[in-house]
C-alpha cells in the first residue's frame, strides 16, 4: 500500500510552505488558498483553513542506508525530539526501524522514519522518497481496521490494540489511535479534530470511506 497524498488545512500557510521549502528542502509549489509539497512519489497538500485542536501526524520514509547522514543532515535544521536518552527512536516490535521525531508548522508531529525491509528501493539522495505513515483518530479502532480490511485490502499491521492500530505495510501505514490517545513521542497532544483527505494505492481501488469526522479516505 502506498500514501499517494495527504490533504491537510493550516491556518499559516506561507508560513508552512516556507517551512517545507526553506527547512526540509522539499520542493512546494504555491497557489492562492494552497500549497503542494512534493515529497517523493507523494504529496502533502495544505490548504488555508480555520483553527483546530490537536495536531496532525506524517511519517516519510527514508533510506536505511543513509539514516546516519539524514539524521546529520536533519539535525543542522531542526530540533529533534529524544526519547530517554537518544533521538533515534526505535519503532515497535517487529517494526525493524528507527525514526527521527520533530515539530513541524502549527505543531504537527513529523517524522523521518527507515524501515529495514526499504532496503530494497531505489534510494536517490537523502530526501524522503514517500508519505510513509499518516495517523489519525477514530470512535473505534478495531471496527475501523476490520473496514479498511473489507473495503480497501489493507491488512492489519501489529502491533493492534483498542488504543493504538496500523493499517497497511511498511509501504504505507495509516495509524489509526483513538480520540483520547496522545500522540508519541511527546504524550501532549491529541489527533487533530481538522479535515483530513488521503489518498492511497491500495488492493481494492475506486473507493471512497469517511473513516471519522474528519477523515475521508480515497483509493486513487
Known amino acids: 500500500m502506498k500514501i499517494l497524498s495527504a490533504r491537510i488545512t ?11 521549502r526553506d ?3 522539499f520542493p512546494v509549489d504555491e497557489h492562492a488558498g494552497h500549497a503542494a509539497v512534493t515529497i517523493g512519489y507523494s504529496r502533502l497538500i495544505m490548504e488555508k483553513g480555520e483553527a483546530f485542536s490537536g495536531v496532525h501526524h506524517l511519517a516519510f520514509g527514508i533510506a536505511p542506508t543513509k539514516f546516519g547522514r539524514i539524521r546529520d543532515w536533519l539535525s543542522k535544521r531542526v530540533t529533534l525530539i529524544s526519547v530517554g536518552d537518544s533521538d533515534v527512536v526505535g519503532g515497535p516490535d517487529g517494526w525493524h526501524s528507527r525514526s527521527l ?10 517524522e523521518y522514519i527507515a524501515h529495514d525491509e526499504y532496503s530494497g528501493l531505489p534510494f536517490v539522495g537523502l530526501q524522503p522518497f514517500s508519505i510513509a505513515e499518516v495517523g489519525f483518530a477514530v470512535d473505534n479502532v478495531k471496527a475501523t481496521i476490520d473496514a ?13 490494540t483498542e ?8 509501504d504505507g501505514l495509516l ?3 483513538d480520540r483520547n490517545r496522545l500522540w508519541f513521542p511527546t504524550l501532549d497532544r ?9 489518498g492511497i494505492d491500495a488492493p481494492v481501488r475506486a473507493r471512497t470511506s469517511s473513516l471519522s469526522e474528519w477523515t475521508t479516505l480515497v483509493s486513487l
Open 101 to 110: 521525531y520533530f515539530i513541524g508548522p502549527e505543531g504537527i508531529i513529523l
Open 10 to 20: 493550516v491556518q499559516d500557510l506561507a508560513a508552512a510552505a516556507a517551512f517545507y
Open 23 to 25: 527547512v526540509l528542502q
Open 148 to 160: 479498511l480490511a473489507a473495503d480497501f485490502g489493507l491488512p492489519a499491521f501489529p502491533p493492534q
Open 175 to 177: 495509524i489509526l489511535v
Open 163 to 170: 488504543a493504538f492500530a496500523p493499517a497497511g505495510d511498511t
Open 190 to 198: 491529541h489527533a487533530a479534530r481538522a479535515p483530513l483527505m488521503i
